[in-house]
């Protein structure tokens, strides 16, 4: 609750609204002798400002028992109603910003439901055409042009429309949730080596450099493609506030190797703030009082700067 206290002192008017079945929460902290207090709301308008101990939860009830680090389809529509909520009460209520948990995609898929993600999910339900996940940490920020792809649909997704539209928004984000006033942002290449002059893949010369001419003629800082294998070298990097990384597995390795546990997930594109943790569910850790809460803290201080500002 540290992390939590230094956010309640900054601002003593921070409302902290937690959405989950109480009851599932008053086991937890029964389980882990914890100094918490889990006090149920039937209104968000109810809720007071933080105290430190005091969960103030709306109740969301799950559709079967839940076991700590078990997986059970029968929960999926009881993750995806807190989402549904959050995202609700974030159009709703003015200066609202959602924080979300990991979840276990396999599980909802598990119950017939199409989940790909957070990201995606979140986007269809408030009707944004362009959702872009950005990992953000102190020094680095990492945006995605694709995200939860296997890697042999990437190629035939990467198109001029798509990157244009990418960088259209996370150029907009980075102004004006982030406050930087001319983004400077830098694209990494598809194949190895950006192509090699057309010898590793053609993607880079027929669709990434025409693409990135025409932006920077109409202004905008764009630089690249950049070989992603010499891209996040400290030189390269004081060169950007951002990378624009091709797929998944091509920008996050290096922004988790250098600030796994500080980096927040943040969703741009949306008509509301959204950010999350930068790992997985870690199923062995449920329950057991070793998790790391240190980026769920990071993702509550950073919503909370994008929705003031």
């Not at 609202?96 to 909802?108: F, G, M």
């Not at 539209?165 to 980075?174: G, K, Q, R, S, Y």
């Amino acid at each position: 609750m540290l992390a939590m206290r230094e956010m309640a002192a900054s601002d003593p008017a921070t409302r902290l609204i937690f959405l989950g079945d109480p009851d599932v929460l008053v086991e937890r902290v029964r389980d882990l002798d914890l100094p918490v207090a889990v006090e149920t709301l039937d209104d968000p308008a109810a809720a007071l400002p933080h105290r430190p101990g005091v969960m103030q939860v709306l109740a969301v009830a799950a559709s079967r028992p839940v076991r700590a680090g078990r997986l059970d389809p029968g929960n999926a529509r009881y993750v995806l109603g807190q989402l549904d909520l959050g995202v609700q009460l974030s159009t709703d209520l003015e200066r609202c910003a959602l924080v979300t948990a990991p979840v276990q995609k396999s599980t909802i898929n598990e119950a017939g439901i199409a989940f790909t993600g957070h990201t995606e999910w979140l986007a269809a339900r408030t009707g944004a055409g362009c959702p872009v996940m950005l990992l953000a940490s102190q020094n680095l920020r990492v945006a995605l042009v694709t995200t939860h792809l296997p890697l042999s649909g990437v190629p035939g997704a990467i198109t001029a429309e798509r990157l244009e539209a990418t960088i259209a928004v996370l150029h907009a984000d980075l102004r004006a949730r982030f406050g930087i006033d001319s983004p400077r942002i830098m694209v990494l290449g598809l194949n190895p080596h950006a192509g090699e002059d057309g010898v590793l893949g053609r993607e880079e010369i027929e669709i990434v450099q025409p693409l990135l001419r025409s932006l920077a003629e109409q202004g905008l800082a764009v630089s690249g493609p950049v070989p992603a294998d010499t891209a996040f070298t400290p030189q390269r990097l004081r060169s950007c506030d951002a990378v624009l990384a091709m797929y998944h597995d091509q920008g996050l390795p290096p922004i988790k190797a250098l600030a796994f546990g500080e980096t927040v997930n943040v969703t741009l594109g949306l008509p509301i703030v959204r950010t999350s943790v930068d790992h997985g569910t870690a199923l062995d850790l449920a329950g057991n009082g070793r998790a790391d809460p240190e980026s769920l803290y990071h993702a509550a201080e950073l919503a909370l700067k994008l929705v003031r500002r």
